[in-house]
């Protein structure tokens, strides 16, 4: 089956410019996730949507950072402006629906994001 | 909010020997817990998970524990290889959490062969 797909591969901008990122995530998967992950640490929740509709944001700095998930498939995250501590690798999960026990995660290659 | 605490950060072995690492949870509602493996410049994949109603699993060299009082899992890799050179993230999900998958900070495993 095809995985979940994320482009671009890497991006590099400088600091107060902005940026945006893909995610198509697996067909049928009802869940999808954007983490951050920090050179060094583990992966840390920004947003989880089930369809359309947003689970958790918590985690997300909203006066920069949003996402949305038009009709409940592609999934775009966009940084406006980008600070330098943003520089990190941003993974895009899907699951098939975690609230009837199918919770495994299945990963995109990621985003290198690099802020100058 | 769910916390997950992962030790040790940095675990050598010599190829052949056994490796363990441990993991804690904050909320007693989470109920399914995966372990990822990530090497370089790649995307984590699962490559174990247990549930809440189960104790211990096994998978050939891997295992995984879980002590549901303590709140701790554990992962448990015997006759290790250099292909398990890696790092290594444990997780936590559960309904008290609305189904937010949390890792902990990883284990960079080293094997020396």
């Known amino acids: 089956e095809a995985g979940v797909a994320q482009s671009p591969r890497y991006k590099i901008i400088e600091k107060r410019q902005s940026v945006a990122f893909w995610c198509n995530p697996i067909s049928g998967h009802a869940t999808l996730y954007w983490y951050q992950q920090i050179l060094g640490q583990g992966p840390k929740l920004l947003i989880q949507f089930q369809n359309n509709g947003v689970v958790d944001d918590s985690q997300l700095p909203k006066d920069r950072f949003s996402a949305e998930r038009l009709k409940g498939v592609d999934s775009t995250l966009k940084i406006q402006p980008a600070k330098l501590e943003d520089s990190a690798v941003y993974l895009c999960a899907s699951s098939l629906n975690p609230r009837a026990t199918n919770e495994k995660l299945f990963f995109g290659s990621g985003t290198q994001l690099s802020v100058l | 909010g769910e916390n997950v605490e992962q030790h040790p950060s940095t675990l050598s072995v010599q190829e052949g020997d056994s490796a363990v690492i441990k993991c804690t949870y904050s909320d007693s509602a989470s109920n399914y817990f995966p372990w990822y493996k990530q090497e370089l410049g790649k995307r984590p994949q699962l490559i174990i998970d247990?549930?809440?109603?189960?104790g211990e699993k096994k998978d050939q060299r891997i295992a995984v524990t879980l002590n549901k009082t303590a709140k701790h899992f554990s992962l448990h890799i015997t006759e290790t290889q250099p292909e398990d050179s890696a790092v290594y993230f444990c997780a936590a999900s559960g309904f008290g959490g609305g189904f937010k998958t949390i890792f902990g900070a990883g284990t960079r495993l080293f094997v020396k062969a």
């Open positions: 247990i549930r809440s109603n189960v």
